[in-house]
């Protein structure tokens, strides 16, 4: 689903340059549901935003359903990411004027698609994250847990091919984390959705396929649920 | 139609702060209303005024309106009275014309004599009748009329002179003038009767009226040089004074019957006037009238080249004016526009550093910058129209109020204090401009703080606290 060669990054601060992906090669696999683990700094969001396409590398390829997005200009790299990749973020992140449905209809919006289409999809992600009662609730009218899931029936309005998620359940209580993990894990079964997503937590290793692991900007592991860890 | 949406709830989001800048709009767009209302009427005001008291257009010897003030019957026209007919035969002209009117201007001295004085004067004569209906002229409908034309059904003899003559010849107790200064040292008459030469002058023109005028105390000569270049003399009876507005002409200024004034200048001759007044029935219909008298104009041009002059080119005071006023209401646009510019834009960029994060969001789920770019301007458009609407409908109340109020004030050239009148409701045009004005001055000012907000780095904005 995903491809990454070779890829570097270095950040620059003033006059200091601080090198946060070196030489990184990953594979995420389709309908998969991949963790990158590691300590702060690692470089987990840094790699997220580069296979999310809405950061590049400096040096390296980065390929997406295919598709080599460092030669996309940034119109077609926003077009590509409507079309092809989901977001849920640590804060939510969800439109605060709009309800629940609208901001998991924006993107279908985005998309222009039909009210009738709209109106079939719609309902059915509400339900899919068991929000079908909280509708018309605007973000701030629910609890976290609750705004996590609109977040994520949002990701999945336009059916992406994958969905990547920065520590999504990182502002969450256990319990409620927990209950988004397993909304997720099913999410990729009935969706047929790679699921990329950041962590530190070691219980979300027993949830994933693939776990990757970061340590200073290498991979100092992958470990693959079918496979042996690759070291 | 989803950014309009969003851009109408993100504006609702903080109130107060969209409340404040659409206030501060408001409050900018009625102040350009009142003022545009006021400049408006003064506009109508001498508009009418001048329309009124000289018509539309006059056609005049080509010469006179430059050099006819030295010595105003050397450009008389002849024929004036074909030309006349000629106006009211013509079947478009004869419609737009409400009033063809000739009238006769002359230099000429007028004295006292049985209290001594005299002073140089300007002579008018006019038709009375239809001076009468030209000042009843009143194409955009202000609230104040003009008095009646007094020499309308006077004796033949009759004459109106501005209030400043009447005082240097002291005829102000004769005329009941009651705000009219005496010298400190009143010029005493010697009671003399009029000098024996003026009277035989004044018995040749004026025969019937020289009885009555050593015992009248209203009586007045005018001294002119008539067509031939010999002095000539009308005996006439002052009815009123009119104060004309200002004091240089309201020092010099005789009104007196066509007629009289025509046996005063031409006597026994071919009789000419110096203009022929035309009042049409709507301002706008002045190119058409003009180009429709230009080749009636040219039968009559072979021994004396006519023009046709607009009440513009013959009042430069008033176009001046409406300038001056024009001037002023595009610099107070420009400055509201300045103070609308800023607000909205310190609006706009608040919002901007406080949805960061959300724009950030917005680009991750695939909303292009133009899309980020669109939200922003729509909102600063929705402040402008928002804005300058609640000012159209202060302005209105506003406007509505004050008029009722019953104010008055003396615009420049005016004798009577006239109704403060600020003429909002009706001004289309005025209106629409200054709310598409403001409207695009809201756009320009959130252009920029949207143009910022759709550079940001989406991993920037994402990261934002």
Redo the contacts between chains.
Sequence with gaps: MAVLTQVEKTYHLDSVSVPVIKGVDIVVRRACFTVLMGPSGSGKTTLLNMIGCIDKPDKGEVIVAGCKVGDLTDDALSDFRAQNIGFIFQNFNLLPVLSAYENIEYPLLLAGASSKKRGERVPKLLDAVGLGDKAKYFPGQLSGGQRQRVAIARALARKPKLVIADEPTANLDSETGAAILALMRQMVERYAVSFIFSSHDPDVIKAADDTIFLKDGTIHGIRRKDEETVP | M?TLS?AV??L??NRRRSLATLLAMAIGSTSILLFGGYSTNINYTMHTEYVQNGGHLQIQHRDFYLYGSGNPTAYGITDYIKILAAIQNDEVLRNMVLVATPTLQFGGIAGNYAAGVSRTIIGNGFVAEDINRMRRWNDFGLRTGSPVFALEGAVADAAIVGTGVARVLQLCDALKITRCAKPEKEQKSDGKAIPDDIAQLSQQETPAASGAAGASSRRIEVLASNARGTPNVASLQVIRAEEQGFKELDEVYVMMHLAQAQKLIYGKSPTKVTSIMLQLRHSDQIPEAVARLVPILAQFSTSQPLAVLDFRTLNPFYVQTIQMFNTIFGFIFALIGAIVLFTVSNTMNTAVVERT??I????????????IRRLFVTEGMLLGLCGAVLGVVLALVLSAIANQMGLTWSPPGTVEPLPLTLRVWGETGMILSTTFGLICISILSAWWPAYRAARLD??EA?RHV
Excluded: D, P, S
Aim: no cysteine; glycine share 14%.
């Design positions: 989803m969003l709830r993100n609702l989001r994060v959300e950030g969001t917005l680009r991750a789920i695939g909303v292009r910058r133009a899309g989406v991993v994402l």
